[in-house]
Protein backbone atom coordinates (compact mmCIF):
# COMPACT_ATOMS: atom_id res chain seq x y z
CA UNK A 1 0.00 0.00 0.00
CA UNK A 2 2.67 2.52 1.08
CA UNK A 3 4.96 1.52 -1.41
CA UNK A 4 2.31 1.70 -4.25
CA UNK A 5 1.33 5.46 -3.11
CA UNK A 6 4.68 6.69 -2.76
CA UNK A 7 5.12 5.23 -6.64
CA UNK A 8 2.15 7.50 -7.81
CA UNK A 9 3.94 10.26 -6.11
CA UNK A 10 7.24 10.32 -7.79
CA UNK A 11 5.55 9.05 -11.07
CA UNK A 12 4.81 12.50 -12.80
CA UNK A 13 8.47 13.05 -12.00
CA UNK A 14 9.69 10.29 -13.35
CA UNK A 15 7.47 10.38 -16.42
CA UNK A 16 8.59 14.11 -16.92
CA UNK A 17 12.18 12.67 -16.83
CA UNK A 18 11.65 10.28 -19.26
CA UNK A 19 9.96 12.27 -21.55
CA UNK A 20 12.38 15.06 -21.66
CA UNK A 21 16.18 13.62 -20.62
CA UNK A 22 15.83 9.93 -21.36
CA UNK A 23 14.61 10.05 -24.73
CA UNK A 24 15.77 12.89 -26.37
CA UNK A 25 19.14 11.32 -24.21
CA UNK A 26 18.43 8.13 -26.55
CA UNK A 27 18.30 10.08 -29.79
CA UNK A 28 21.50 12.13 -29.13
CA UNK A 29 22.84 9.10 -28.54
CA UNK A 30 21.00 7.64 -32.24
CA UNK A 31 21.98 10.50 -33.98
CA UNK A 32 25.65 10.49 -32.78
CA UNK A 33 25.81 6.82 -33.90
CA UNK A 34 24.38 7.15 -37.17
CA UNK A 35 25.89 8.01 -40.48
CA UNK A 36 24.43 11.60 -41.86
CA UNK A 37 23.64 10.81 -45.19
CA UNK A 38 22.27 6.61 -44.66
CA UNK A 39 21.41 6.27 -41.51
CA UNK A 40 22.79 3.43 -40.52
CA UNK A 41 25.27 2.68 -37.94
CA UNK A 42 28.50 3.96 -38.12
CA UNK A 43 31.15 5.27 -35.85
CA UNK A 44 32.07 8.35 -38.57
CA UNK A 45 30.82 10.85 -35.98
CA UNK A 46 32.96 9.90 -33.38
CA UNK A 47 36.05 9.32 -35.89
CA UNK A 48 35.84 13.15 -36.69
CA UNK A 49 36.00 14.54 -33.18
CA UNK A 50 39.44 13.95 -32.91
CA UNK A 51 39.71 17.60 -35.01
CA UNK A 52 38.13 19.18 -32.34
CA UNK A 53 40.03 17.98 -29.19
CA UNK A 54 41.90 22.05 -29.39
CA UNK A 55 38.35 23.36 -28.80
CA UNK A 56 37.33 21.05 -26.11
CA UNK A 57 40.97 21.70 -24.94
CA UNK A 58 40.12 25.24 -24.69
CA UNK A 59 37.09 24.72 -23.56
CA UNK A 60 38.11 22.91 -20.33
CA UNK A 61 40.96 25.52 -19.87
CA UNK A 62 38.79 28.98 -20.08
CA UNK A 63 36.52 27.09 -17.54
CA UNK A 64 39.03 25.74 -15.21
CA UNK A 65 40.63 29.22 -15.01
CA UNK A 66 37.38 30.91 -15.32
CA UNK A 67 36.29 28.32 -11.68
CA UNK A 68 39.81 29.35 -10.37
CA UNK A 69 39.31 33.03 -10.43
CA UNK A 70 35.82 32.42 -8.94
CA UNK A 71 37.37 30.74 -6.01
CA UNK A 72 40.09 33.51 -5.55
CA UNK A 73 36.73 36.34 -5.52
CA UNK A 74 34.48 33.86 -3.93
CA UNK A 75 35.89 32.66 -0.89
CA UNK A 76 36.77 35.99 0.69
CA UNK A 77 33.40 37.30 -0.23
CA UNK A 78 31.71 33.64 1.15
CA UNK A 79 33.90 33.83 4.79
CA UNK A 80 33.17 37.50 4.94
CA UNK A 81 29.46 36.72 5.00
CA UNK A 82 29.82 33.51 6.93
CA UNK A 83 31.28 36.00 9.67
CA UNK A 84 28.31 38.69 9.46
CA UNK A 85 25.89 37.85 12.41
CA UNK A 86 22.29 36.42 11.01
CA UNK A 87 20.28 39.32 9.59
CA UNK A 88 22.91 40.70 8.14
CA UNK A 89 23.97 37.31 6.53
CA UNK A 90 20.73 37.24 4.89
CA UNK A 91 20.86 40.47 3.47
CA UNK A 92 24.52 39.37 1.71
CA UNK A 93 23.08 36.23 0.66
CA UNK A 94 20.25 38.16 -0.89
CA UNK A 95 22.38 40.29 -3.12
CA UNK A 96 24.69 37.28 -3.96
CA UNK A 97 21.66 35.89 -5.43
CA UNK A 98 20.54 38.82 -6.93
CA UNK A 99 21.97 38.79 -10.47
CA UNK A 100 20.56 35.51 -11.24
CA UNK A 101 17.08 36.85 -10.63
CA UNK A 102 17.79 38.95 -13.86
CA UNK A 103 18.16 36.89 -17.30
CA UNK A 104 21.82 35.37 -17.94
CA UNK A 105 21.88 36.68 -21.20
CA UNK A 106 20.76 40.30 -20.43
CA UNK A 107 23.51 39.74 -18.44
CA UNK A 108 26.05 38.99 -21.03
CA UNK A 109 25.00 41.58 -23.27
CA UNK A 110 25.03 44.78 -20.59
CA UNK A 111 28.42 43.10 -20.79
CA UNK A 112 29.15 43.89 -24.57
CA UNK A 113 27.28 47.03 -23.32
CA UNK A 114 30.25 48.32 -21.34
CA UNK A 115 33.39 46.44 -23.26
CA UNK A 116 32.64 46.72 -26.79
CA UNK A 117 35.04 49.18 -28.75
CA UNK A 118 32.61 52.42 -28.66
CA UNK A 119 31.32 51.29 -25.15
CA UNK A 120 31.17 53.07 -21.66
CA UNK A 121 34.63 51.82 -20.71
CA UNK A 122 36.00 52.87 -23.59
CA UNK A 123 34.55 56.14 -23.95
CA UNK A 124 35.60 57.01 -20.58
CA UNK A 125 38.99 55.28 -20.85
CA UNK A 126 39.03 57.91 -24.36
CA UNK A 127 37.95 61.14 -22.19
CA UNK A 128 40.92 60.39 -19.61
CA UNK A 129 42.93 60.44 -22.78
CA UNK A 130 44.03 56.87 -22.34
CA UNK A 131 42.63 55.78 -25.49
CA UNK A 132 40.28 53.00 -26.64
CA UNK A 133 41.58 49.43 -25.55
CA UNK A 134 40.24 46.06 -27.40
CA UNK A 135 38.49 44.67 -24.65
CA UNK A 136 35.61 42.87 -26.07
CA UNK A 137 36.62 39.58 -28.71
CA UNK A 138 39.44 38.51 -26.15
CA UNK A 139 40.03 35.42 -24.50
CA UNK A 140 39.71 37.95 -21.01
CA UNK A 141 36.44 38.90 -22.12
CA UNK A 142 35.29 35.53 -22.36
CA UNK A 143 36.71 34.45 -19.13
CA UNK A 144 35.07 37.94 -17.05
CA UNK A 145 31.81 36.99 -18.98
CA UNK A 146 32.19 33.42 -17.20
CA UNK A 147 33.26 34.67 -13.93
CA UNK A 148 30.51 36.83 -14.09
CA UNK A 149 27.94 35.19 -14.83
CA UNK A 150 29.07 31.75 -12.15
CA UNK A 151 30.76 33.62 -9.31
CA UNK A 152 27.31 33.14 -6.92
CA UNK A 153 27.78 29.08 -7.94
CA UNK A 154 31.11 29.71 -6.24
CA UNK A 155 30.04 31.46 -3.47
CA UNK A 156 26.75 29.50 -2.34
CA UNK A 157 28.71 26.20 -1.57
CA UNK A 158 31.42 27.96 0.04
CA UNK A 159 29.65 30.18 2.72
CA UNK A 160 27.20 26.75 3.28
CA UNK A 161 30.78 25.11 4.51
CA UNK A 162 31.91 28.06 6.39
CA UNK A 163 28.90 28.97 8.05
CA UNK A 164 28.98 25.51 9.08
CA UNK A 165 32.48 25.87 10.63
CA UNK A 166 32.56 25.28 14.51
CA UNK A 167 34.02 28.56 15.23
CA UNK A 168 35.24 26.63 18.79
CA UNK A 169 37.97 25.15 16.11
CA UNK A 170 39.10 28.48 15.65
CA UNK A 171 39.87 29.22 19.32
CA UNK A 172 41.25 25.52 19.53
CA UNK A 173 43.55 26.51 16.78
CA UNK A 174 44.73 29.81 18.78
CA UNK A 175 44.92 28.42 22.04
CA UNK A 176 47.13 26.41 20.79
CA UNK A 177 49.65 28.77 19.33
CA UNK A 178 47.91 29.37 16.20
CA UNK A 179 48.17 32.73 14.49
CA UNK A 180 45.47 33.92 12.87
CA UNK A 181 47.01 33.21 9.87
CA UNK A 182 48.32 29.56 10.62
CA UNK A 183 44.44 29.14 11.96
CA UNK A 184 43.32 29.54 8.36
CA UNK A 185 46.03 27.64 6.86
CA UNK A 186 46.10 24.85 9.05
CA UNK A 187 42.36 24.55 9.76
CA UNK A 188 39.66 26.90 8.06
CA UNK A 189 41.32 25.87 4.75
CA UNK A 190 41.62 22.47 5.58
CA UNK A 191 37.75 22.05 7.00
CA UNK A 192 36.90 24.29 3.60
CA UNK A 193 37.75 21.70 0.99
CA UNK A 194 33.95 20.32 0.32
CA UNK A 195 32.72 23.63 -0.33
CA UNK A 196 35.81 24.67 -2.74
CA UNK A 197 35.42 21.11 -4.50
CA UNK A 198 31.81 21.89 -5.18
CA UNK A 199 32.04 25.41 -5.55
CA UNK A 200 34.38 24.52 -8.63
CA UNK A 201 32.28 21.63 -10.27
CA UNK A 202 29.38 24.21 -9.85
CA UNK A 203 31.00 26.87 -11.83
CA UNK A 204 33.32 24.69 -14.36
CA UNK A 205 30.07 22.44 -15.54
CA UNK A 206 28.19 25.36 -17.00
CA UNK A 207 31.09 26.93 -17.95
CA UNK A 208 32.05 24.13 -20.20
CA UNK A 209 29.15 23.92 -22.05
CA UNK A 210 28.32 27.74 -22.67
CA UNK A 211 28.19 29.16 -26.14
CA UNK A 212 26.43 32.62 -25.54
CA UNK A 213 29.12 33.99 -23.06
CA UNK A 214 32.13 33.62 -25.78
CA UNK A 215 29.74 34.30 -28.51
CA UNK A 216 28.58 37.87 -27.13
CA UNK A 217 32.15 38.76 -25.76
CA UNK A 218 34.84 36.66 -27.52
CA UNK A 219 36.54 36.66 -31.24
CA UNK A 220 36.99 34.15 -33.84
CA UNK A 221 40.09 32.14 -31.57
CA UNK A 222 37.48 32.19 -28.83
CA UNK A 223 35.17 29.15 -30.06
CA UNK A 224 34.40 27.36 -27.39
CA UNK A 225 32.79 23.29 -27.50
CA UNK A 226 29.45 24.93 -26.82
CA UNK A 227 29.59 27.08 -29.71
CA UNK A 228 30.58 24.28 -32.24
CA UNK A 229 27.89 22.46 -31.28
CA UNK A 230 25.39 25.26 -31.76
CA UNK A 231 27.14 25.96 -34.89
CA UNK A 232 26.95 21.99 -35.88
CA UNK A 233 23.29 21.82 -35.05
CA UNK A 234 22.36 24.95 -36.82
CA UNK A 235 24.52 25.85 -39.67
CA UNK A 236 26.75 23.22 -40.44
CA UNK A 237 23.42 21.25 -40.86
CA UNK A 238 25.28 18.27 -39.04
CA UNK A 239 23.11 17.13 -36.33
CA UNK A 240 24.96 13.81 -36.14
CA UNK A 241 28.30 15.23 -35.48
CA UNK A 242 26.87 18.09 -33.15
CA UNK A 243 25.70 15.06 -31.26
CA UNK A 244 28.29 13.13 -31.06
CA UNK A 245 30.20 16.23 -29.54
CA UNK A 246 27.45 16.61 -27.00
CA UNK A 247 28.15 12.80 -25.60
CA UNK A 248 31.57 13.45 -25.87
CA UNK A 249 31.16 16.71 -23.44
CA UNK A 250 28.52 14.80 -20.84
CA UNK A 251 31.02 12.31 -20.79
CA UNK A 252 33.81 14.60 -19.54
CA UNK A 253 31.65 16.27 -17.50
CA UNK A 254 30.80 13.72 -15.74
CA UNK A 255 34.40 12.83 -15.26
CA UNK A 256 35.03 16.03 -13.82
CA UNK A 257 32.42 15.72 -11.23
CA UNK A 258 33.22 12.38 -10.16
CA UNK A 259 36.53 13.44 -9.43
CA UNK A 260 35.82 16.18 -7.26
CA UNK A 261 33.03 14.46 -5.99
CA UNK A 262 35.83 11.41 -4.88
CA UNK A 263 37.81 14.33 -3.59
CA UNK A 264 35.58 16.15 -1.52
CA UNK A 265 33.81 12.86 -0.38
CA UNK A 266 37.33 12.26 1.69
CA UNK A 267 36.89 15.49 3.28
CA UNK A 268 32.91 15.75 3.56
CA UNK A 269 32.66 12.78 6.52
CA UNK A 270 34.83 14.90 8.73
CA UNK A 271 32.40 17.90 8.05
CA UNK A 272 29.26 16.95 8.99
CA UNK A 273 29.62 14.54 11.38
CA UNK B 1 50.06 26.80 49.30
CA UNK B 2 52.73 28.34 46.64
CA UNK B 3 52.66 31.28 44.84
CA UNK B 4 50.12 33.60 42.96
CA UNK B 5 49.69 33.19 39.09
CA UNK B 6 46.92 34.38 37.63
CA UNK B 7 44.89 37.60 39.27
CA UNK B 8 41.82 38.85 38.05
CA UNK B 9 41.14 42.37 39.44
CA UNK B 10 37.68 43.96 39.21
CA UNK B 11 37.23 42.13 36.01
CA UNK B 12 33.62 43.34 34.79
CA UNK B 13 32.26 42.25 31.23
CA UNK B 14 29.14 43.53 29.63
CA UNK B 15 27.89 42.46 26.46
CA UNK B 16 24.75 44.87 24.43
CA UNK B 17 24.61 46.98 28.26
CA UNK B 18 23.66 43.44 30.09
CA UNK B 19 26.57 42.83 33.01
CA UNK B 20 27.80 39.16 32.90
CA UNK B 21 30.44 40.06 35.55
CA UNK B 22 30.37 42.22 38.12
CA UNK B 23 33.86 43.05 39.78
CA UNK B 24 35.15 40.01 40.02
CA UNK B 25 38.14 40.00 42.21
CA UNK B 26 40.20 36.48 42.24
CA UNK B 27 43.70 34.82 42.20
CA UNK B 28 44.77 31.54 41.51
CA UNK B 29 47.67 30.13 42.85
CA UNK B 30 50.84 27.82 40.66
CA UNK B 31 49.73 24.34 40.93
CA UNK B 32 46.67 24.68 42.21
CA UNK B 33 43.04 22.98 41.35
CA UNK B 34 40.36 26.11 41.23
CA UNK B 35 37.03 25.58 40.29
CA UNK B 36 34.27 27.94 39.23
CA UNK B 37 31.01 26.53 39.89
CA UNK B 38 27.55 28.30 39.51
CA UNK B 39 24.43 27.73 37.57
CA UNK B 40 23.89 28.72 34.01
CA UNK B 41 24.73 32.28 33.33
CA UNK B 42 26.39 33.31 36.37
CA UNK B 43 29.65 34.30 34.61
CA UNK B 44 32.02 31.59 34.82
CA UNK B 45 32.59 30.34 31.20
CA UNK B 46 32.81 34.08 30.39
CA UNK B 47 35.23 34.55 33.48
CA UNK B 48 37.20 31.27 31.63
CA UNK B 49 36.99 32.70 28.21
CA UNK B 50 39.10 36.20 29.83
CA UNK B 51 41.74 33.93 31.08
CA UNK B 52 42.27 32.12 28.29
CA UNK B 53 42.01 35.54 25.47
CA UNK B 54 39.01 34.74 23.98
CA UNK B 55 36.92 37.90 25.46
CA UNK B 56 38.33 41.02 26.58
CA UNK B 57 36.54 42.57 29.07
CA UNK B 58 34.76 45.80 29.51
CA UNK B 59 37.04 46.71 32.35
CA UNK B 60 39.49 45.47 35.07
CA UNK B 61 42.96 43.39 34.15
CA UNK B 62 43.97 40.23 33.82
CA UNK B 63 47.64 39.35 35.28
CA UNK B 64 49.66 36.23 34.85
CA UNK B 65 52.86 35.78 36.45
CA UNK B 66 52.67 39.71 38.12
CA UNK B 67 52.58 40.90 34.12
CA UNK B 68 49.26 42.61 32.54
CA UNK B 69 48.07 39.78 29.77
CA UNK B 70 45.17 41.70 28.83
CA UNK B 71 45.94 42.24 25.42
CA UNK B 72 47.82 39.72 24.75
CA UNK B 73 45.60 36.83 21.83
CA UNK B 74 45.25 33.46 22.87
CA UNK B 75 47.94 32.12 20.89
CA UNK B 76 50.80 33.54 22.64
CA UNK B 77 49.86 33.11 26.29
CA UNK B 78 51.10 29.87 28.05
CA UNK B 79 47.53 28.59 28.59
CA UNK B 80 45.48 26.07 27.12
CA UNK B 81 42.11 25.13 26.95
CA UNK B 82 40.10 21.93 26.84
CA UNK B 83 36.66 22.96 25.10
CA UNK B 84 33.47 22.27 25.86
CA UNK B 85 32.67 19.46 23.71
CA UNK B 86 36.12 19.34 22.95
CA UNK B 87 36.23 20.89 19.83
CA UNK B 88 38.55 18.64 17.96
CA UNK B 89 40.15 18.96 14.88
CA UNK B 90 37.75 16.89 12.22
CA UNK B 91 39.95 16.78 9.67
CA UNK B 92 43.15 15.37 11.78
CA UNK B 93 43.11 11.58 13.41
CA UNK B 94 44.05 11.16 17.16
CA UNK B 95 47.63 11.81 16.92
CA UNK B 96 48.05 14.81 14.20
CA UNK B 97 45.41 16.52 16.87
CA UNK B 98 47.73 15.92 19.59
CA UNK B 99 50.65 16.87 17.45
CA UNK B 100 48.90 20.35 16.66
CA UNK B 101 49.95 22.15 18.99
CA UNK B 102 53.97 20.85 19.03
CA UNK B 103 54.28 21.46 15.16
CA UNK B 104 52.52 24.65 15.07
CA UNK B 105 55.18 25.16 17.84
CA UNK B 106 58.25 24.20 15.02
CA UNK B 107 59.46 21.09 17.51
CA UNK B 108 61.30 18.62 15.82
CA UNK B 109 59.67 15.94 14.34
CA UNK B 110 60.84 13.14 16.99
CA UNK B 111 60.20 15.15 19.89
CA UNK B 112 56.90 15.52 18.29
CA UNK B 113 56.61 11.66 18.17
CA UNK B 114 57.58 10.70 21.25
CA UNK B 115 55.85 13.55 23.24
CA UNK B 116 52.57 12.77 21.95
CA UNK B 117 52.67 9.11 22.60
CA UNK B 118 53.63 9.71 25.85
CA UNK B 119 50.56 11.44 26.35
CA UNK B 120 48.74 8.81 24.30
CA UNK B 121 49.61 6.31 27.85
CA UNK B 122 48.97 9.34 29.86
CA UNK B 123 45.42 9.13 28.92
CA UNK B 124 44.99 5.45 28.46
CA UNK B 125 44.85 6.11 24.57
CA UNK B 126 47.90 3.72 23.21
CA UNK B 127 47.45 2.38 20.10
CA UNK B 128 44.53 5.50 18.79
CA UNK B 129 46.65 7.57 16.91
CA UNK B 130 45.92 6.91 13.44
CA UNK B 131 42.05 6.86 14.51
CA UNK B 132 39.43 9.29 13.27
CA UNK B 133 38.12 11.51 15.63
CA UNK B 134 34.56 10.65 14.83
CA UNK B 135 35.06 6.98 15.60
CA UNK B 136 35.70 7.67 19.07
CA UNK B 137 33.73 7.81 21.72
CA UNK B 138 32.83 10.49 24.20
CA UNK B 139 34.81 9.61 26.93
CA UNK B 140 37.43 9.05 24.51
CA UNK B 141 37.38 12.21 22.58
CA UNK B 142 37.38 13.91 25.79
CA UNK B 143 40.65 12.45 26.54
CA UNK B 144 41.95 13.24 23.21
CA UNK B 145 40.93 16.91 24.16
CA UNK B 146 42.41 16.87 27.35
CA UNK B 147 45.81 15.32 25.86
CA UNK B 148 45.64 17.64 22.95
CA UNK B 149 46.32 20.71 25.61
CA UNK B 150 48.17 18.86 28.42
CA UNK B 151 50.89 17.65 25.40
CA UNK B 152 51.92 21.60 25.32
CA UNK B 153 53.24 21.76 28.99
CA UNK B 154 50.94 24.88 29.57
CA UNK B 155 51.57 26.43 32.92
CA UNK B 156 47.92 26.44 33.47
CA UNK B 157 44.78 24.32 31.88
CA UNK B 158 41.36 25.88 31.75
CA UNK B 159 38.72 23.19 31.68
CA UNK B 160 35.30 23.93 30.36
CA UNK B 161 32.52 21.48 31.85
CA UNK B 162 34.75 19.08 30.26
CA UNK B 163 32.86 16.41 31.47
CA UNK B 164 29.27 17.34 31.18
CA UNK B 165 28.55 14.88 28.09
CA UNK B 166 29.66 12.02 29.67
CA UNK B 167 27.33 9.74 31.47
CA UNK B 168 27.32 9.50 35.15
CA UNK B 169 29.54 6.59 35.46
CA UNK B 170 32.49 7.81 32.90
CA UNK B 171 32.14 11.39 34.71
CA UNK B 172 33.72 9.76 37.80
CA UNK B 173 36.41 7.55 36.52
CA UNK B 174 37.21 11.02 34.18
CA UNK B 175 36.84 12.77 37.67
CA UNK B 176 39.66 10.74 39.21
CA UNK B 177 41.63 10.80 36.37
CA UNK B 178 41.94 14.26 35.68
CA UNK B 179 43.03 14.72 39.82
CA UNK B 180 45.72 12.32 39.16
CA UNK B 181 46.88 14.04 35.85
CA UNK B 182 46.97 17.43 37.36
CA UNK B 183 48.89 16.05 40.63
CA UNK B 184 51.28 14.06 38.74
CA UNK B 185 51.97 17.08 36.22
CA UNK B 186 52.26 19.70 37.94
CA UNK B 187 49.84 21.98 36.02
CA UNK B 188 47.07 24.77 37.30
CA UNK B 189 43.90 23.67 36.55
CA UNK B 190 41.24 25.83 36.52
CA UNK B 191 38.13 24.33 36.18
CA UNK B 192 34.46 25.34 35.22
CA UNK B 193 31.00 23.20 36.02
CA UNK B 194 27.94 23.79 37.47
CA UNK B 195 27.98 20.23 39.46
CA UNK B 196 28.44 20.79 42.47
CA UNK B 197 29.46 17.26 43.38
CA UNK B 198 32.28 17.58 41.00
CA UNK B 199 33.62 20.78 42.51
CA UNK B 200 33.69 19.40 45.98
CA UNK B 201 35.76 16.40 44.97
CA UNK B 202 38.54 17.94 42.76
CA UNK B 203 39.28 21.29 43.90
CA UNK B 204 41.62 22.87 46.05
CA UNK B 205 39.62 25.84 46.10
CA UNK B 206 35.79 26.59 44.77
CA UNK B 207 34.77 29.84 43.65
CA UNK B 208 30.81 30.16 43.59
CA UNK B 209 29.47 32.46 41.08
CA UNK B 210 26.11 33.78 40.45
CA UNK B 211 24.88 36.34 38.56
CA UNK B 212 28.32 37.29 37.80
CA UNK B 213 29.15 38.10 40.96
CA UNK B 214 31.81 35.56 43.48
CA UNK B 215 29.64 34.63 46.56
CA UNK B 216 31.88 32.73 48.01
CA UNK B 217 35.98 31.30 47.73
CA UNK B 218 37.12 28.37 50.05
CA UNK B 219 38.02 25.17 50.05
CA UNK B 220 35.17 22.25 49.71
CA UNK B 221 34.92 21.54 53.74
CA UNK B 222 34.53 25.37 54.56
CA UNK B 223 32.10 26.44 51.44
CA UNK B 224 30.09 23.02 52.60
CA UNK B 225 30.07 23.63 56.38
CA UNK B 226 30.25 27.48 56.31
CA UNK B 227 28.08 28.66 53.20
CA UNK B 228 28.23 32.66 53.57
CA UNK B 229 24.70 32.95 51.93
CA UNK B 230 21.36 31.33 51.35
CA UNK B 231 22.72 31.26 47.51
CA UNK B 232 25.50 29.13 48.40
CA UNK B 233 24.01 26.63 51.24
CA UNK B 234 21.53 26.08 48.71
CA UNK B 235 23.52 25.68 45.62
CA UNK B 236 26.10 23.10 47.35
CA UNK B 237 24.32 20.33 48.44
CA UNK B 238 20.45 20.36 49.97
CA UNK B 239 19.77 22.95 52.71
CA UNK B 240 16.98 23.79 55.07
CA UNK B 241 16.87 27.34 55.31
CA UNK B 242 15.03 29.33 58.31
CA UNK B 243 14.43 32.83 59.73
CA UNK B 244 16.01 33.34 63.02
CA UNK B 245 17.22 35.66 65.38
CA UNK B 246 20.66 35.55 66.80
CA UNK B 247 19.64 36.49 70.44
CA UNK B 248 23.58 36.56 71.57
CA UNK B 249 26.44 34.89 70.77
CA UNK B 250 25.89 30.87 71.23
CA UNK B 251 22.01 31.22 70.82
CA UNK B 252 19.76 31.48 68.02
CA UNK B 253 15.87 31.37 68.52
CA UNK B 254 13.75 29.99 65.84
CA UNK B 255 9.89 28.29 65.27
CA UNK B 256 9.33 29.61 68.75
CA UNK B 257 12.69 27.69 71.03
CA UNK B 258 16.21 28.99 71.72
CA UNK B 259 19.04 26.89 70.12
CA UNK B 260 22.71 25.86 71.52
CA UNK B 261 24.58 26.91 68.48
CA UNK B 262 28.95 27.63 67.71
CA UNK B 263 28.38 30.80 66.06
CA UNK B 264 29.05 34.22 67.33
CA UNK B 265 29.52 37.71 66.40
CA UNK B 266 26.30 38.68 65.15
CA UNK B 267 24.78 41.87 66.47
CA UNK B 268 22.33 41.07 70.20
CA UNK B 269 18.77 40.27 67.91
CA UNK B 270 20.15 40.41 64.61
CA UNK B 271 17.75 37.99 62.04
CA UNK B 272 19.76 35.72 60.06
CA UNK B 273 19.31 33.02 58.08
CA UNK B 274 19.61 29.80 59.71
CA UNK B 275 20.79 26.25 57.43
CA UNK B 276 20.83 23.18 58.59
CA UNK B 277 21.50 20.30 56.27
CA UNK B 278 19.40 17.02 56.14
CA UNK B 279 21.60 14.77 56.42
CA UNK B 280 22.94 16.66 59.80
CA UNK B 281 19.06 16.06 61.55
CA UNK B 282 18.45 13.06 63.92
CA UNK B 283 14.89 11.57 64.02
CA UNK B 284 13.91 11.01 67.82
CA UNK B 285 10.60 9.79 69.46
CA UNK B 286 7.86 12.68 69.31
CA UNK B 287 8.33 13.01 72.95
CA UNK B 288 11.81 13.00 72.74
CA UNK B 289 12.58 15.88 69.77
CA UNK B 290 13.26 19.49 70.33
CA UNK B 291 10.52 20.01 67.04
CA UNK B 292 7.40 17.90 66.08
CA UNK B 293 6.52 17.00 62.87
CA UNK B 294 4.37 15.15 60.04
CA UNK B 295 6.13 13.23 56.99
CA UNK B 296 4.30 14.41 54.08
CA UNK B 297 6.46 12.61 51.35
CA UNK B 298 8.88 9.97 51.33
CA UNK B 299 11.57 9.33 48.29
CA UNK B 300 13.81 6.45 48.24
CA UNK B 301 17.34 7.18 47.00
CA UNK B 302 19.37 4.07 47.06
CA UNK B 303 21.36 5.82 49.97
CA UNK B 304 18.83 7.32 51.61
CA UNK B 305 14.95 7.83 52.00
CA UNK B 306 14.75 11.53 51.20
CA UNK B 307 12.15 12.69 53.50
CA UNK B 308 10.03 15.92 53.61
CA UNK B 309 8.50 16.64 56.66
CA UNK B 310 6.05 19.58 57.53
CA UNK B 311 7.00 21.85 61.07
CA UNK B 312 4.63 24.32 61.55
CA UNK B 313 3.89 25.25 57.70
CA UNK B 314 7.13 25.13 56.56
CA UNK B 315 8.62 21.84 55.14
CA UNK B 316 12.31 20.42 55.44
CA UNK B 317 14.02 17.89 53.72
CA UNK B 318 15.58 15.48 56.28
CA UNK B 319 17.64 12.59 54.97
CA UNK B 320 17.68 9.30 56.76
CA UNK B 321 18.45 5.54 56.28
CA UNK B 322 15.34 4.83 58.35
CA UNK B 323 11.94 4.26 56.60
CA UNK B 324 9.30 6.29 58.10
CA UNK B 325 5.92 6.58 55.99
CA UNK B 326 3.95 9.03 54.97
CA UNK B 327 1.57 10.69 57.93
CA UNK B 328 3.67 9.41 60.70
CA UNK B 329 4.62 11.92 63.47
CA UNK B 330 8.68 12.20 64.29
CA UNK B 331 10.36 14.20 66.20
CA UNK B 332 14.15 15.86 65.62
CA UNK B 333 17.32 16.80 67.44
CA UNK B 334 19.17 19.66 66.48
CA UNK B 335 22.50 19.32 68.05
CA UNK B 336 24.82 23.11 68.52
CA UNK B 337 27.05 22.17 65.35
CA UNK B 338 24.18 21.55 63.26
CA UNK B 339 22.97 24.79 62.90
CA UNK B 340 24.94 27.11 60.68
CA UNK B 341 24.25 31.11 61.11
CA UNK B 342 24.30 33.21 57.66
CA UNK B 343 24.03 37.27 57.57
CA UNK B 344 20.77 38.00 55.91
CA UNK B 345 21.47 38.61 52.04
CA UNK B 346 19.85 39.47 48.94
CA UNK B 347 18.95 35.39 48.90
CA UNK B 348 17.21 35.19 52.42
CA UNK B 349 13.66 33.91 51.51
CA UNK B 350 14.54 32.58 47.93
CA UNK B 351 15.72 29.31 49.12
CA UNK B 352 15.91 26.06 51.71
CA UNK B 353 12.05 25.74 51.77
CA UNK B 354 11.05 22.29 50.07
CA UNK B 355 7.01 22.88 50.23
CA UNK B 356 7.22 22.56 46.50
CA UNK B 357 10.06 19.76 46.13
CA UNK B 358 9.83 16.84 43.79
CA UNK B 359 12.71 14.26 43.22
CA UNK B 360 11.50 15.24 39.56
CA UNK B 361 11.40 18.92 39.81
CA UNK B 362 15.55 18.73 40.93
CA UNK B 363 15.87 16.59 37.67
CA UNK B 364 14.35 18.78 35.10
CA UNK B 365 17.01 21.64 36.74
CA UNK B 366 19.57 19.58 36.04
CA UNK B 367 18.52 18.79 32.53
CA UNK B 368 18.28 22.83 31.55
CA UNK B 369 21.29 23.47 32.96
CA UNK B 370 23.14 20.75 30.72
CA UNK B 371 21.72 23.52 27.54
CA UNK B 372 24.48 25.71 28.63
CA UNK B 373 25.76 28.22 26.47
Known amino acids: ?273 | MSKELIRLQDLTMEFDGERILDSINLYINDHEFLTLLGPSGCGKTTTLRIIGGFLNPTSGTVTFDGETINDVPPYKRQINTVFQRYALFPHLNVFDNIAFGLRVAKLPREEVTERVNRMLEVVSLKGYGHRHINSLSGGQQQRVAIARALVNEPKVLLLDEPLGALDLRLRKDMQIELKRIQQAMGITFVYVTHDQEEALSMSDTVVVMDKGRIQQIGRPEDIYNEPKNAFVADFIGESNILDGVMLSDYKVRFFGRTFQCVDKGFAPNESVDVVIRPEDIDIVAPEEGHLVGVVTGVTFKGLNYDIIVEFKGFKWLIQTTDFHGEGSTIGIRLNPEDIHIMHKSEYSGMFGDYSSYSAEYDELTEDAEDEEE
Open chain 1, 1 to 273: MKKNKSVLLSAPYILWMLAFTLIPLGVVGYYALTDPETHVFSLGNLKELGMYLPVLGQSAMYSLVSALICLLLGYPVAYYIAHRGPVAQKILYMLVMLPMCMSFLLRTLAWVGLLQDTGIINNILEAIGIGRLQLIRTPGAVILGMVYNYLPYMILPLYATLVKLDHRLIEAAEDLGCTPAKTFVKVILPLSVPGIFSGITMVFVPAVSTFYISQKLGGTDTVLIGDLIERLFKQGDNPNLGAALSLVLMLLVFICTGIMNGFGADEEGGVIV
